[in-house]
């Protein structure tokens, strides 16, 4: 699928073909990302599976959730 060309919700100059294909839902570029301290807000939830207490892990599953930050 191809990625539409986007500009940047807050300069206004467009956003990298690569930072799209990265995060296809981003509005902002590279730049404004750092300034603001990222466009997302990130909440990784780490939960092994294995049974406590044993050394043996049987897995461990990552949930990561994503939280848009408001773009002013
Ligand atoms: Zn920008």
Do not use: H
């Not at 909440?43 to 848009?68: F, I």
């Amino acid at each position: 699928m191809d990625t539409e060309a986007r500009n940047c919700r807050i300069c206004g100059r467009e956003i990298a073909a690569a930072r799209l294909k990265a995060i296809p839902d981003t509005l902002v570029c590279v730049d404004c990302s750092e300034k603001i301290g990222g466009e997302f807000e990130l909440e990784v939830n780490l939960s092994a599976t294995g049974k406590a207490g044993s050394l043996k892990k049987t897995g461990e599953q990552v949930e990561v959730k994503r939280k848009r930050k408001p773009v002013r």
